[in-house]
Every structure is written in structure tokens, then in C-alpha cells.
């Protein structure tokens, strides 16, 4: 990549108002000039699990196109690095309704900003589906996860899709979740097979409360410490096995086991199959932060 041709990238963290907490994602805001090689090359070269990219905006109209990649590979939706993005734009052009197009579809979100200036997005999702998991896709996920078939029985096993599709592993304890230690190889290759981006891996401490982990190989990273794909595929999935809370909205804690804690909150309580899901995201200290526009 030339230096003419070298954008600036902004970082930031997801999903939490804390810049050592939450999921770091690269943003450029300016990516026009970028073939998909190049956005896979500066994607690598941050090392982040994903970097957005937006490839064409309108600023009057507030909406944007955008690419996602992992230093490894494109990625038709990324949760983290969206609500990233929607924070770093608003920064620039203000509060209120944006739209990225993205290779999933037209993702609608809305910004809103606190009188302290912390920033937060509400994206909503594709229309979500579930599917039971198959036998042979849970026993291959145990055996690389080395885990047992002792779930929560209450949660079966299912594949479920917000923008991407994610395995759904309920397990019966905390403990169990926070002694995750998994074949890397082994379940990177499982997940190729399936089609899946990450294991959302749960453990339900409250109807309104969840704990999650998120395994992400297939990316080259061995764990998301948010994830927004998956948290609004998990709404879908408990809206198709009915158990969502009454008012359809619950909080998942994520990250905590990688000392960076993050909270996502999710709302299926729409009759559209979409799922909302919020958080805040922060400026990483140091990291490049343009005053500038958009880009055109």
C-alpha cells in the first residue's frame, strides 16, 4: 500500500465506556481509495478482530456504505465494529438516525449523545432466524471446545443468525464458562465447515441477565470480548425457543474472563424478527482521532 494511498485509522473500543474495557475496532472513515486487498492488509496490520471500512457515504442523507474485515478475512457483519463506527461518526456529524449498508443488508441505528458526551448506538439487525443444532455440529463443537454434552436444558443447542451465524451453547454454570480452553485448529476448522463466525457460548445467571463467550479462530483471534452479531442472533434464538424475558429486553456481560469487560443490551421485543442492540464505544488513548468529515 502506498503512502498516498494509506488511510488514517481511527481505534476504538465497543461496547463499553472504558477504553481498557470493551472490543477494540479499527475505523476508517475514508476507505474509497481501498481495494478488498488493501482493506485486508491495513485490517492485518491493526490486529484487531475487525475494522470497518466505509466505502462510499453520503453525509445530508446520514448514511453509509461499509466493509468489514479480520486480519484474516471480509466478514459480512461485524456488531462491535458497527456500533465503533456509529460512535466515531457521530462524534464528527452529530447525534441522531444513521444507515450503513453493508453486505448483509441495510442496518438502521440510532446515536444519541449524554450531557457528559458519552456517546451510545442502537443498531438494528437483519431479521433474525434459529435452527436446532444437529447432532453431528454440537458433538464436533464439544470435542474441539473438550467439553461435555451437560448443557442447560432449558436452552438447547441451536444455530442462529443476526447478520452472521453463530453456534448457541448454553452451559449449566459460570464456572464452566469461565474455564473455556479450546482447540484452536480443531474448532477453527468446525466453524469453516459450518459457515459459522463465532460460538456464542452462554451461561444465564437471570431471564434479563447473561453471561457469553465468544471464540473467533476463524478470525485468527481466540475470543471476542463483544460481540453484536451474536448478541442479536441470541435474541433471536430466545425469542424462537420463548425464553425471552417479558419485556424481550436482557443484558449480556461479556469479557470479563479476558479483563475486558463489556455490556451489551438487547431488545427482541420488535414483531419484525429484527433484534436492537446498544452500547457505547470510546476513543483507545493515543489512537488517531481526525477532526475532519467522514469522507465523501
Do not use: K
Not at 494511498?5 to 477504553?19: C, G, N, Q, V
Request: charged letters at 20%; aromatic letters at 6%; a negative charge.
Amino acid at each position: 500500500m502506498s503512502p498516498q494511498t494509506r488511510p488514517e485509522i481511527l481505534r476504538y473500543t465497543a461496547f463499553s465506556t472504558d477504553a481498557a474495557g470493551g472490543n477494540p475496532a479499527g475505523v476508517v472513515l475514508d476507505a474509497t481509495a481501498l481495494d478488498a486487498a488493501a482493506m485486508l492488509t491495513t485490517a492485518a496490520e491493526v490486529g484487531y478482530s475487525e475494522t470497518a471500512f466505509i466505502t462510499a457515504a453520503d453525509q445530508a442523507a446520514r448514511r453509509f456504505r461499509l466493509r468489514y474485515f479480520s486480519p484474516l478475512a471480509e466478514v459480512a457483519f461485524c456488531g462491535h465494529a458497527t456500533v465503533a463506527t456509529a460512535v466515531a461518526l457521530t462524534e464528527r456529524i452529530g447525534p441522531g438516525p444513521l444507515v450503513f449498508d453493508t453486505p448483509v443488508g441495510e442496518i438502521a441505528l440510532d446515536t444519541s449523545t449524554a450531557p457528559a458526551g458519552s456517546v451510545t448506538a442502537t443498531l438494528t439487525s437483519v431479521p433474525t432466524r434459529s435452527r436446532p443444532a444437529s447432532e453431528a455440529e454440537v458433538h464436533a463443537s464439544l470435542t474441539a471446545l473438550r467439553w461435555s454434552s451437560e448443557d442447560d436444558p432449558a436452552l438447547p443447542p441451536h444455530v442462529a443468525f443476526g447478520g452472521n451465524e453463530h453456534l448457541v451453547l448454553a452451559v449449566a454454570t459460570r464456572e464452566r464458562l469461565a474455564a473455556l480452553d479450546y482447540d484452536f485448529d480443531a474448532l477453527a476448522d468446525v466453524m469453516h465447515r459450518h459457515g459459522w463466525t463465532t460460538l456464542q457460548l452462554v451461561w444465564r445467571e437471570t431471564r434479563e441477565l447473561f453471561h457469553a463467550r465468544d471464540p473467533f479462530p476463524i478470525g485468527g483471534v481466540v475470543e471476542d470480548p463483544a460481540t453484536g452479531a451474536a448478541a442479536a442472533a441470541l435474541g433471536g434464538y430466545l425469542r424462537a425457543v420463548a425464553a425471552l424475558p417479558p419485556s424481550g429486553a436482557f443484558t449480556i456481560r461479556q469479557g470479563e474472563d479476558l479483563g475486558r469487560p463489556s455490556l451489551l443490551r438487547v431488545d427482541a421485543s420488535t414483531a419484525d424478527g429484527r433484534v436492537r442492540v446498544s452500547g457505547q464505544a470510546v476513543a483507545i488513548a493515543g489512537a488517531s482521532a481526525s477532526t475532519g468529515g467522514a469522507g465523501a
